[in-house]
């Protein structure tokens, strides 16, 4: 048995804030910028060019990007948008808010990324956009998606440092929405950004955004808009951590290794794949629990100090949406599987590399007393 469980407790994904982003944040307060202002422009500036995109729209959250973006491309009443069950529910929720019915296709059972083969199969008269998501930070399979002809609205919140077969994910799709939360490789606390290449869209994401055009008595608005532009003060959080972008990621590149070396040493422990061909941002490091229950194990790295999460239990069987199913949607055996088994273990560039290491040893003595 290796050395006994940690004296405190580890985050599962604390944020890697330092004094710089304290110093920015005071330097943007005393330059009387509290909200949309120079800050979020250079925000978008610097964006437009590390996504290879030709605009970049900053809002008020990853669920707003997504929001938006929909209603860009016009989704509502009877219309349908397919996506996948595993996936944090605001990715579903969106496509209610805009009074279309969501339609899950399943995964694929090794990145657990939606399946274009599903997807093809669920398109129907009705089908208005597909909202894939780049799981994990691995870029789901854009070209098949691509190829059935539909606006592909990419849901890339675990994604910004990401490459789909050489290609910069924010650069492919024809709206690709990040989050800056507070977890994410870029954590600002709240906040998303909208990539497209199209100038009609970007025209209306950012009508969309603000509640209004002009000053004084000749300020109009051209659609009735929502309030979702993002502050200065967020703004300068990001900038800070995306200079840090290079720095936090060969951070957690070994934290994946250090897991990597462990998984591959114990049965029934098995990390979701990661497909060579693409850059993975790392954003999470998720496993398939198979020998024991997953929530057993869950249990049992608690009371070892080691803070784990759930990503995701399957959408489809979450209360809100078990009657708001389409009367088509298929059975999903591979993402429902795959809800009973993933367990997401600490990642994060504010953890040191021993920190990794003692969750790696918690995961060893946990899998010696239960495997059975």
């Known amino acids: 048995m290796e050395a006994t469980r940690r004296s405190t407790f580890l985050s599962f994904q604390p944020p890697a804030i330092t004094e710089a982003e304290i110093?920015?944040?005071a330097e943007t307060l005393r330059s009387g910028w509290l909200?949309?202002?120079?800050?979020?422009?250079?925000?978008?500036?610097?964006l437009r060019e590390y996504l290879e995109a030709r605009h970049v729209l900053a809002v008020s959250s990853g669920t707003a990007a997504l929001h938006l973006s929909l209603v860009a491309l016009g989704v509502g009443p009877g219309d349908e948008v397919i996506t996948t069950p595993i996936t944090w529910p605001a990715t579903a929720n969106v496509i209610v808010h805009c009074g279309a019915t969501p339609v899950f296709a399943d995964v694929r059972d090794d990145t657990l990324n939606v399946d274009p083969d599903h997807v093809a199969a669920l398109v129907n008269e009705r089908t208005k956009a597909i909202v894939p998501v780049d799981l994990y930070g691995q870029p789901a399979d854009l070209d098949p998606l691509r190829e059935l002809g539909l606006p592909l609205v990419?849901?890339?919140?675990?994604a910004a440092e990401s490459r789909y077969r050489g290609r910069k994910v924010g650069s492919?799709?024809?709206l690709t929405c990040f989050s800056l939360y507070a977890t994410k490789n870029i954590a600002a606390g709240e906040g998303g950004l909208i990539s497209t290449?199209?100038?009609?869209?970007a025209a209306r994401l950012d009508d969309l955004r603000v509640m209004r055009r002009g000053h004084g008595s000749l300020y109009d608005i051209a659609?009735?808009?929502?309030?979702a532009n993002l502050s200065d003060v967020l703004a300068t959080i990001a900038l800070v951590q995306f200079d840090k972008l290079a720095e936090h990621a060969e951070r957690r590149r070994r934290q994946v290794e250090i897991y990597d070396e462990t998984v591959a040493e114990l049965d029934g422990v098995e990390a979701v794949a990661r497909d060579p061909r693409d850059l993975h941002a790392n954003h999470l490091y998720v496993v398939r629990i198979t020998f024991a229950g997953r929530d057993e194990v869950q249990r049992a790295l608690a009371d070892e100090n080691v803070g784990t999460s759930i990503h995701f239990l399957p959408v489809h069987r979450l209360s809100a949406y078990r009657d708001r199913l389409a009367p088509h949607?298929?059975?999903l055996p591979v993402a429902e599987r795959a809800g009973r088994e993933v367990l997401s273990l600490p990642l994060s560039p504010a953890h040191s590399d021993d920190d990794i290491r003692d969750a790696a040893a918690a995961l060893r003595r946990v899998h010696e007393r239960l495997n059975r």
């Open 23 to 25: 110093d920015a944040v």
């Open 223 to 227: 659609v009735p808009g929502y309030k």
């Open 35 to 46: 909200t949309t202002g120079p800050r979020t422009a250079e925000l978008e500036a610097r």
């Open 329 to 331: 949607q298929p059975p």
């Open 154 to 158: 990419e849901d890339a919140a675990h």
């Open 172 to 174: 492919i799709s024809d």
């Open 197 to 201: 290449s199209s100038d009609e869209l």
